[in-house]
């Protein structure tokens, strides 16, 4: 399967040939849900906590006696019915995280970068340099009508280009080991470099 490749320009810069088993593959939303969940669930801080019954400052004494209230039997402020009493079975200090097979990952971003190709939000460019004026850059992107885009370039991303695409509003830059599925998925356009497409075909096969 082939398709264009532009300049930052907009001129054409003749076309590629890309790999059927990563950008032409049917999107299964399943496999593409349960990369994003994994991804989303190993960022996920997990540090929220609160106080247990043993935790809270109360003490220990018997609040009333016994027998002869009329009144529920309780032992001590602490319970969870009482108002500033420790909280039952509240969130504890946890990892979100949870494993899912190197295999399955790569086929989740096999389908992301198919998904963008089917629906027609794949852009392949020359190259992304730039000499580092944000102004420029910003023309540049405005009339090729990228608005949320993310640019996956080759092993280093190209400094200038980086420098520039800082303050642009919607316009995000990864090496190639940075590209992950909840990224693509979330941007309305991918742009890859033609190193970036050397770079993943390699990584992916």
């Known amino acids: 399967m082939k398709l264009d490749v532009i300049k930052l320009d907009g001129g054409k810069a003749g076309n590629i040939e ?9 999107p299964r939303a399943d496999i593409l ?10 960022a996920q801080a997990g540090t929220h906590k609160v106080k247990t019954r043993s935790e809270v400052s109360y003490s220990t004494k018997k609040i009333y ?8 039997r309780h032992g001590a402020r602490s319970a969870p019915i009482f108002r500033g009493g420790g909280v039952y079975k509240g969130p504890v200090v946890r990892s979100h995280g949870h494993d899912l097979p190197k295999k399955f990952r790569k086929l989740g971003l ?16 020359e190259d992304a340099a730039s000499e ?9 992107v405005a ?13 280093t991303v190209n400094e200038g280009f980086l420098k520039a695409s800082k303050n642009i509003e919607g316009l995000d830059i990864l090496p190639t080991m940075g590209a992950n599925v909840y990224d693509i998925l979330k941007r309305d356009t991918l742009v890859l470099t033609k190193a970036a497409v050397e770079a993943l075909e390699a990584r992916l096969k």
Do not use: C, P, Y
Not at 65 to 72: E, L, M, P, S
């Open 18 to 26: 890309l790999d059927a088993d990563l950008f032409g593959l049917e």
């Open 33 to 42: 849900h349960r990369v994003v969940r994994w991804q989303r669930n190993n």
């Open 65 to 72: 006696r016994q027998k002869g209230t009329g009144g529920a």
């Open 110 to 125: 096999r389908h992301a970068l198919s998904a963008k190709m089917a629906a027609g939000e794949l852009v392949v460019i």
């Open 132 to 140: 580092g004026k944000t102004a420029a850059l910003a023309k540049q």
């Open 143 to 155: 009339n090729l009508g990228w608005k949320r885009a993310l640019v996956i370039d080759g092993a």
